[in-house]
């Protein structure tokens, strides 16, 4: 939300002492509330009629929210459900045979994002096992090609890692 509304609308106005004059607390907390009047206003200006009948009585924008947030999903329970169904997705996706790699990935990366959004947590590992596992037939070729192109890579990896110790040894000894 603009204007630097949006911790109003999350926290609402609260009515913290300070060591504020009487006159500079009663211009601050004027503020906050005409911040807040101006953030219930938008809320109610964003919805379509039969959301707005929902949020209508509401005093503050923290209300409206936590009513919004009560009847759209926004709770505990609402994330719990979805990452459960993400999840059941996410494990049941299979390559159509008609599907092309490039829109399978593009498909099964947007459900992993979702699912990452809602607190799945997917390792790189994983994703790659789990793309492999969900590719058709005319795959099978490339299946059997990945652990030599890991293996290699693990060799590779090593040699690195070597090259790099020896080369700090080799550092050490001349200082």
């Keep these: ?14 009515e913290e002492n300070t060591n504020q004059s009487l006159e500079e607390s009663a211009k601050r907390t004027k503020d906050l509330r005409i911040k807040d009047m101006t953030a219930l206003h938008m ?7 039969s959301v707005f009948f929902l949020i209508a009585r509401a005093t503050s924008s923290n ?23 993400l999840v059941g997705e996410y494990f049941n996706m299979v390559m159509k045979e008609e ?21 799945n947590d997917i390792s790189d590992q994983e994703l790659i096992s789990r793309i492999f596992c969900r590719l058709p037939s005319r795959f099978d070729q490339a299946r059997i090609n990945i652990p030599h192109v890991e293996y290699e890579f693990k060799k590779r990896e090593e040699a690195l890692q070597n090259h790099k110790n020896s080369k700090n040894k080799r550092g050490r000894r001349y200082r």
């Design 43 to 49: 809320l109610q200006m964003s919805v379509t009629d």
């Design 1 to 14: 939300m603009a204007r630097d509304l949006w911790d109003i609308v999350e926290s609402g106005v609260s």
């Design 99 to 119: 599907d092309s790699f490039d829109e399978f990935i593009e498909k099964f990366m947007k459900l992993v994002n979702r699912s990452k959004f809602y607190g």
């Design 63 to 85: 209300q409206a929210w936590e009513i919004l947030k009560a009847g759209f999903g926004e709770t505990e329970e609402f994330k719990r459900r979805k990452r459960g169904d």
